[in-house]
């Protein structure tokens, strides 16, 4: 009898200890789940080393529980077609730019006025605070949760066809835009003739001269190896645009509290990780530009850019509050 007690003791032993395999600190089971990633990034960009850090802190936190798969380079969708899948429940996170947000969410739109933000810092700052979470709460309201604010980066505009120094320099040319109607209304008050596509079609369209030129982030333009079409580049820092890492709401919703607070954390974790690698990308990619053989200019009248784009504020008075409260931020 005394061994038949061990036996079970043994028995229950084992199988208190395969209960606890995909349990949080606090003991409660949880149901394995694997969640999918989308991103634009090429797989040496900081877009994928920080999902690839989101995915593996959170795979850590659950004990299993919860396995992220990563898609880089648009593999899923792209742009407004990625969030759209995020809306529909297809793709259950999206890391996307506010510039895709903005076609669901018009809120995010305010983010992507041209000459919103000073530097990367006041960025991170403002999107962390008050006005990130205003944000956040009218993306809720349309079915998203916006787990943490990513870097993307102040962009640049490049060409194949001239030095682009001035305002006045812009006119005329045919430049990719993101499908964003307020950089649609800022490259047609510059006097460019904007197209709005998503990423994953511009190199074709620079190669056929279906667009002049485009605008980017300095890490964007080396891995699409736009350097292959677009022989001009100005470092203009026009407008900054965040990359909000987005999730369908009503997965979110679904599961259990401690995962939810341990998506948040990780999500915030991996985007500081992130932030850092855009950071140190941003010291050396203009000399990677340069070494490619394209001519790098700067906008050394910042003023006139300034106030050539001024009515563009105008014609977004919806995000006067916003705008206002982020410019006296700085």
């Known amino acids: 009898m005394k061994k038949l007690l061990t036996v079970v003791l043994l028995f229950v032993l084992i199988f208190a200890g395969c209960g606890k395999k995909n349990s949080p600190a606090n003991g409660t089971p949880q149901k394995e789940v694997k969640l999918s990633l989308n ?54 996170i999206a890391l996307e730019a506010t510039m895709a947000l903005e076609n669901f969410v018009p809120e995010a739109g305010v983010l992507n006025l041209p000459f919103m933000f000073k ?56 430049i990719r835009v993101p499908e964003s109607k307020v950089f649609l209304e800022t ?23 279906t667009v002049d030129g485009q605008e980017n982030t300095p890490a964007n333009f080396i891995n699409n190896k736009y350097a292959e079409v677009n022989k001009y580049f100005s470092d203009s820092r026009h407008i900054y645009t965040a990359e909000p890492l987005i999730m369908n ?11 939810q607070d341990a998506l948040l954390k990780a999500a915030k974790e991996a985007g500081e ?38 009515p563009v504020y105008g014609q977004f008075p919806q995000f006067d509050s916003l705008r206002q409260k982020i410019q006296a931020a700085q």
């Open 39 to 92: 991103h634009v990034g090429a797989a040496n960009h900081f877009y994928h080393d920080g999902s690839l850090k989101f995915a593996e802190l959170v795979n850590t936190a659950t004990n299993g529980a919860i396995t992220i798969d990563v898609f880089p380079a648009s593999q899923i969708a792209s742009g407004a077609k990625a969030i759209e899948f995020v809306q529909m429940g297809t793709l259950d």
């Open 187 to 209: 490259f047609q008050n510059l006097g460019a003739v904007p197209t709005a596509m998503a990423v994953s079609e511009v190199f074709s369209a620079l190669q056929l001269h």
């Open 273 to 310: 990780y992130e932030r850092q690698l855009s950071l140190l990308a941003d010291q050396k990619d203009i000399d990677t530009i340069k070494a490619a053989g394209v001519q790098v200019d700067t906008f050394t009248d910042v003023a006139a850019w300034i106030a050539a784009v001024q």
């Open 119 to 174: 530097t990367k810092q006041d960025a991170f700052r403002i999107l962390d605070g008050e006005i990130g979470k205003e944000i956040e709460k009218a993306a809720e309201a349309k079915g998203f949760k916006i787990l943490a604010w990513w870097d993307n980066g102040f962009r640049a505009i490049s060409n194949s066809s001239k030095p682009i120094k001035m305002p006045e320099d812009v006119k005329g040319l045919k």
């Open 249 to 259: 709401l009503v997965k979110f919703n679904e599961l259990p509290k401690e995962t």
